[in-house]
């Protein structure tokens, strides 16, 4: 898999909705290392099914899963306990890998309200020309400063452990396109309608009782 990895982003737009759905958003600065490279999941650790995402925040069909599809899955499922998500950043493109950085960087409280940030407004960051200054922009929503995102990109632990996650990926799962998704150990691939996610999870809840 080739990635040329630039650092791009831009202005953000549906930021409001993003506030409002994780709160916690607005507080400051970046975390440690440790918090910055650990499994981000969301929903209960406990949820009888589990479902790993594998996307690229540069991914178009990605971002149409996270405007469509994804509201109702975690309306349905995971808020009701029965499906807890893994998202694991699986860089492809230019911008994709700055954006995956400045996520988890902001931690596991803000990481999934940064990341639909980044997908409601991909098709403005992906074209920016000036795209440090861009990425800035966008990071001082999630309570980032400029100072905290040159920190964020140079950090080369971070960059090794997200490569490493990309790679695996491949390894253990054949992904190869974004988004691909594994419920209870069954792949997935693509931008699918919910009523194939919805059946897939309802299957995996049976099996699981």
Known sequence: MSRNFVFQLTVVIF??????????IGEAGIVSIHESTIEMFLGKSDAPVTMIEYASLGCSHCADFHKKTYPKIKEEFVK????????????????????????????????????EIF?????????????????KKVARFGG?????????????????????????????????????????????????????????IDSALKEAN
């Open 15 to 24: 930021i409001s909705t993003a506030l409002i759905n994780y709160p916690k």
């Open 80 to 115: 009701k306990g029965k499906l807890k998500i893994i998202f694991r950043n699986f860089p492809l493109g230019t911008p994709s890998l700055a954006a995956a950085m400045i996520a988890n960087c902001a931690g596991p409280k803000r990481f999934f309200g940064m990341i």
């Open 119 to 135: 997908f409601q407004s991909q098709q403005q960051w992906g074209r920016s020309k000036t795209p440090i200054d861009s990425l």
């Open 144 to 200: 980032i400063t400029g100072a905290d995102v040159d920190q964020c990109i140079s950090n080369e632990h971070l960059l090794k452990y997200i490569q490493e996650v990309a790679e695996k990926g491949q390894k253990q799962f054949q992904i190869n396109s974004t988004p691909s998704f594994i419920i209870n150990g069954k792949i997935i691939s693509g931008a699918l309608p919910y009523v194939d996610f919805k059946k897939a």
